[in-house]
């Protein structure tokens, strides 16, 4: 069975963690998802990436603490290597990523969550943190940096070294997670069904998601270079949006006065 179910939905990949009981990731799990990333990279008529987790307890609860007891040094360090080089592929892949966290996401699993885009909880879906110091380890596959960079250095400092779990509205509250549904966002839809629903407002004809995966381009990859550098970045990107049929759609549709109808090309 695999760890990593990939389902189409139009142009919504959903990829789901399926590792009972909590969803912990092994490293057979982050090659299934690596293997999914690198596939999504390549499809053309993928817009849009969304990641869950298996039934309605667990996003994910991090790597498998089994694993890692059994494992010698060398394996761990390499693991960890991978799965860093995993959760980078999944934040440079220029298409939108949302983590739909309809569970428990603590440890490696809010680290995956990080790693996205836009990060969806269900409201009373569950605790989320990263508790790994109470394990005499640190948060290994970027949480360190990646925490930091969304809640600045002295919280994420204080959220580590604690290790306290806090409430999906708490974390939203900190801008850890994006948005907080609850039954009115929901309407009668279930938690995933409304994510995926919300993920194709970004792509074709809706959106024009070549332009949507190169804002996320200028915004992951500007801020970690220099101002000058990411002013370059950003106008390297806008001459290739200039030479899309989207572009070109878009600046006419707006002068027509009528809805774009963009094709992702």
Sequence with gaps: MPLVRVERHGGVLVLTLDAP???????ELMRELDAAVLDAR??????????????EKFFCAGASIGMLKDADPGFKYYFCLHANETLNRLEQTPKLVIAALNGHTVGGGLEVAMAADLRIARKDGGKIGL???ALGVLPGTGGTQRLARLVGKARAMELMISGR?????DAAALGIVTEVWGAEQLAGQSFLDAVVAYAERFTPPHKASRAVGRIKRAVQSGPEAGFAEGLALERELQQLLFESDDAREGIAANLEKRPAKFTGN
């Design 21 to 27: 009981p909590a969803n912990t990731y092994s490293y």
């Design 42 to 55: 390549m499809a053309a008529d993928v817009h849009v990436i969304v990641i869950t987790g298996a039934g």
């Design 131 to 133: 508790p790994e110091v």
């Design 165 to 169: 779990l806090m409430s999906m509205d």
